[in-house]
């Protein structure tokens, strides 16, 4: 059963941080894996879950500059995954495995947005193989560690998906390379792997999400010059994040919230805003957000699953 994307009525909204959405909740004992979780909003949502009592690894292509932000959070570990490279994967999930710990919340959050044209791999689109098939190919191959029931993972998409759907004859962008496409491509891989993840592993115990942490101003942006920041309206003309943009605490607020609520039990799939299950998107205004069909499709999703298992070879949650 897919689940609807109405509001549940949380309690919480969009000035909430990850603080206010942990209060009162013990993670003690439980094992978090966060991607990114050492700038942005994975800073912060590695920060808030570690205060909650939780225990978390964070994966990073920089170990070094990771383990250097993580220094002054207790409860942190830093190893060297590389999502852009297969191998890399296979390597930390393996060694993660033999530790036999439980893997109780996977937040998938690391990501590139508008960066200029590069190819990794067998020649793959970056966008669509960090954002989206190293984090296919993670969770797979970690499939083990979140057997044991309980286990949520959490996929951080974007509204920047309202600007395309998958692009099933040029995934790869091999006719002409478009930066924002090729992001928001990604983004609505993003919603549809949690929404097909959710559906294989209902049975088993985990559960899905996609959020859309809302609109903020961090190294993500690193590839955008400031100029297209003002000429985009994101900023103001004295350097201010313009009105209705979120603070990287409350940007980290719906992807702590969805991996650790009660309220969203039974609402396996859902595609989040606000700390609440995002309503259809009534504009095509990204800052007021939503989400689109094409994101929340399961004949897509099944459809983007077994590409991405062809691309990298892993279907194992099918079996």
Not at 92 to 110: Q, S, V
Not at 256 to 274: E, N, R
């Amino acid at each position: 059963m897919i689940t609807k994307q109405l509001r549940i009525g949380t309690g919480f909204g969009a000035h909430s941080t990850a603080a206010d959405v942990l209060s009162g909740i013990d993670l003690t004992g439980t094992t978090a894996l966060v991607t990114g979780g050492y700038s942005g909003l994975g800073l912060e949502t590695t920060r808030a879950l570690a205060r909650a009592g939780a225990h978390v690894i964070v994966p990073a292509r920089r170990p070094v500059i990771a383990a250097r932000a993580l220094h002054d959070i207790p409860g942190t570990e830093v190893h060297a995954l590389d999502l852009a490279d297969l191998e890399s994967v296979r390597v930390f999930c393996e060694r993660f495995l033999e530790t036999r710990r439980p893997l109780r919340i996977l937040i998938n959050g690391a990501g590139v947005m508008a960066c200029p044209e590069t190819r990794v791999g067998p020649g793959w689109e970056a966008h669509f193989a960090i954002n989206h098939l190293g984090h296919f190919a993670l969770v797979h191959r970690l499939r083990p560690a979140l057997a044991s029931g309980g286990a949520r993972v959490v996929s951080v998409a974007s509204s920047g998906h309202f600007l395309s759907g998958i692009r099933w004859d040029d995934i790869h962008f091999r006719t002409g390379y478009d930066r924002w496409l090729a992001y928001a491509q990604s983004k609505t891989a993003n919603a549809l792997f949690a929404l097909h993840l959710d559906s294989l592993g209902a049975d088993r115990g985990l559960s899905a999400f996609a959020v859309h942490p809302g609109s903020i101003l961090t190294p993500l942006q690193r590839h955008i010059p400031r100029q297209e920041w003002l000429a985009q309206g994101w900023v103001t003309p004295d350097g201010e994040p313009a009105a209705g943009f979120k603070t990287p605490e409350q940007g980290a607020a719906t992807a702590v919230w969805a991996a650790t609520s009660p309220l969203l039990d039974g609402h396996g799939g859902a595609y989040c805003q606000d700390c609440d299950i995002a309503e259809p998107a009534a504009t095509d205004d990204m800052l007021i957000g939503g989400v689109k069909p094409w994101a929340t499709d399961p004949d897509a999703a099944s459809r983007l699953w077994e590409l991405s298992g062809r691309l990298t070879g892993l279907n194992a949650l099918d079996q």
